[in-house]
């Protein structure tokens, strides 16, 4: 190699280990990680544990909590950031699969405006009935309650999180698989709808299991079946809903991106700590109490995943006939 291709092959070499991501470290630069929800849920709280657990590889990482819209406010200022490695932030199941089929005008492409780094985490959603009412209704399993809507029709109803949440998609596909009827009463939000069902003014919910837990161990929320395709160990006894109905699965899902353009040497380096982050078995204690499953994938995984659940959600969407303006 003769001097001038030397100094070129070395310059390219600086070029990738000096990227924005590498110098901000050595400034002392923190990196951002955008939460498109309010703090305290279980996002929020999965977010913050993997912050601490990076510090030693990444140095220090602040959360930033941009909630509304159904996370669109906050996915827009990740897509809107500049592509340096100093902003990443979260994507979820209603910011890159839902939202772009709900919502009749977008602010960011979820498609072309990021660049994954890696899944975090796998959440089951579960069916829930009131304890009591459960009790009074005699409804002690899935097929009691499919049982109980046929012979007593336009009876039941479900609340939700809002038109086009999770668990309004999820009670719209259970309702057309079982072939009956519930109404659906939106609330503002997965925590005013769970205290609806808490206190009887809905008959059921689909909720996410990290947010139902407390109230299903404490015996004040009855677990007809979970949502994903193979039973939880968090819910021994619990059945999968595609026990009844074959292929039935709809989990809720979150992970990490950066604005799109960041340089793939950056991409690696947050997905090297990330990865170890979450495969660390402190990691998968705290996700266990949230009863989250830690999920570990390359960029390429991540970014192939989202796109099949963008796919699968437009039906999902559809069927459900949600719409925000």
Same mark, same amino acid.
């Given at each position: 190699?003769?001097?001038?291709?030397?100094?070129?092959?070395? =310059?390219?070499?600086? !070029?990738?280990?000096?990227?924005?991501?590498?110098?901000? $470290?050595?400034?002392?630069?923190?990196?951002?990680?955008?939460?498109?929800?309010?703090?305290?849920?279980?996002?929020?709280?999965?977010?913050?544990?993997?912050?601490?657990? #990076?510090?030693?590889?990444? @140095? /220090?990482?602040?959360?930033?909590? +941009? @909630? @509304?819209?159904?996370?669109?406010?906050?996915?827009?200022?990740? *897509?809107?950031?500049?592509?340096?490695?100093?902003?990443?932030?979260?994507? =979820?199941?209603?910011?890159?699969? #839902?939202?772009?089929?709900?919502?009749?005008?977008?602010?960011?492409?979820? &498609?072309?405006?990021?660049?994954?780094?890696?899944?975090?985490?796998?959440?089951?959603?579960?069916?829930?009935?009131?304890?009591?009412?459960?009790?009074?209704? +005699?409804?002690?399993?899935?097929?009691?309650?499919? !049982?109980?809507?046929?012979?007593?029709? *336009?009876?039941?109803?479900?609340?939700?999180? %809002?038109? %086009?949440?999770? &668990?309004?998609? =999820?009670?719209?596909?259970?309702?057309?698989?079982?072939?009956?009827?519930?109404?659906?009463?939106?609330?503002? %939000? *997965?925590?005013?709808? $769970?205290?609806?069902?808490?206190?009887?003014? #809905?008959?059921?919910?689909?909720?996410?299991?990290?947010?139902?837990?407390?109230?299903?161990?404490?015996?004040?929320?009855?677990?007809?079946?979970?949502?994903?395709?193979? =039973?939880?160990?968090?819910?021994?006894?619990?059945?999968?809903?595609?026990?009844?109905?074959?292929?039935?699965?709809?989990? /809720?899902?979150? %992970?990490?991106?950066?604005?799109? @353009?960041?340089?793939?040497?950056?991409?690696?380096?947050?997905?090297?700590?990330?990865?170890?982050?979450?495969?660390?078995?402190?990691?998968?204690?705290?996700?266990?109490?949230?009863?989250?499953?830690?999920?570990?994938?390359?960029? $390429?995984?991540?970014?192939?995943?989202?796109?099949?659940?963008?796919?699968?959600?437009?039906?999902?969407?559809?069927?459900?006939?949600?719409? #925000?303006?």
């Amino acid at each position: 190699m003769n001097r001038r291709n030397l100094l070129i092959a070395s =310059a390219a070499v600086t !070029a990738a280990f000096s990227t924005p991501l590498a110098l901000s $470290q050595d400034a002392g630069q923190p990196i951002r990680l955008i939460v498109p929800y309010a703090p305290g849920g279980p996002i929020d709280v999965t977010a913050r544990a993997l912050a601490e657990r #990076v510090r030693d590889s990444l @140095g /220090t990482v602040i959360i930033d909590n +941009k @909630g @509304g819209a159904g996370g669109n406010i906050g996915a827009d200022a990740i *897509a809107k950031a500049s592509p340096d490695g100093l902003t990443i932030g979260i994507a =979820a199941t209603a910011t890159h699969a #839902v939202n772009p089929w709900l919502y009749t005008r977008m602010p960011f492409d979820a &498609g072309k405006d990021f660049t994954a780094i890696t899944q975090m985490v796998r959440v089951p959603n579960v069916l829930v009935m009131n304890a009591a009412k459960a009790e009074q209704l +005699k409804i002690h399993t899935l097929a009691d309650l499919i !049982a109980y809507a046929k012979a007593n029709p *336009a009876k039941l109803n479900y609340g939700s999180g %809002g038109n %086009g949440s999770a &668990g309004h998609l =999820a009670g719209e596909m259970f309702k057309q698989r079982a072939n009956i009827f519930a109404l659906h009463i939106p609330y503002r %939000g *997965a925590n005013p709808a $769970q205290l609806a069902l808490l206190a009887g003014e #809905v008959d059921f919910n689909i909720d996410n299991l990290a947010a139902a837990a407390p109230n299903i161990r404490s015996g004040k929320l009855k677990a007809l079946a979970v949502t994903s395709l193979e =039973a939880s160990s968090a819910l021994p006894g619990v059945p999968p809903m595609a026990n009844t109905f074959k292929g039935f699965s709809i989990d /809720t899902w979150w %992970g990490l991106v950066a604005p799109k @353009g960041t340089p793939k040497p950056v991409i690696d380096k947050l997905n090297k700590a990330f990865v170890a982050a979450l495969q660390a078995p402190e990691t998968k204690t705290r996700f266990g109490a949230l009863l989250a499953e830690p999920v570990a994938t390359t960029p $390429q995984q991540f970014e192939s995943f989202m796109a099949n659940e963008r796919a699968r959600y437009q039906e999902v969407v559809k069927l459900s006939g949600a719409k #925000v303006d």
